[in-house]
């Protein structure tokens, strides 16, 4: 039986680009890195206050990453929705949707890191 989600992998098309975003747009903390047996640099990152990790995943000898609308996307619990949008847009990256209102008083935004991921920001709300 599983018993615990352990991480997820998004293959890049640009390693430091992407570390980049991770680090300092979303605020991860880069955990450690390796190669793998085929050759695939990997980078792994986690949110401070979780266990889960974010694999990256560079692998040119597979082709361009191509992320189509809507594919998937990661969701992120933030304490402000506002101040995320200004520090985000402030290193390049505004916001892709919203912000939107939620039913709870809370706060939801997108914004797309490189390659097209979609990164979801909850605000979480009081009711």
């Known amino acids: ?26 605020g991860l903390q880069e955990v450690r890195r390796q190669v793998s047996p085929r050759g695939s640099t990997l980078v792994f990152f986690k949110a401070a206050g979780g266990d ?47 912000p939107t209102a939620t039913a709870d008083g809370g706060v939801i935004a997108f914004v797309d890191g490189p390659d097209g991921y979609e990164f979801e920001l909850i605000e979480k709300g009081g009711g």
């Open 1 to 26: 039986m599983i018993t615990k989600l352990l991480h997820t992998r998004y293959r890049v098309s640009d390693l430091d680009q992407s570390v980049a975003f991770y680090r300092e747009v979303l």
């Open 52 to 98: 889960e990790e974010i694999e990256l995943c560079h692998y040119p000898a597979s082709g361009p990453v191509r992320v189509q609308a809507d594919l998937t996307h990661l969701a992120f619990a933030v304490d402000s929705v506002a101040e995320f949008a200004r520090h985000a847009a402030a290193l390049g990256y505004p916001l892709s949707d919203g």
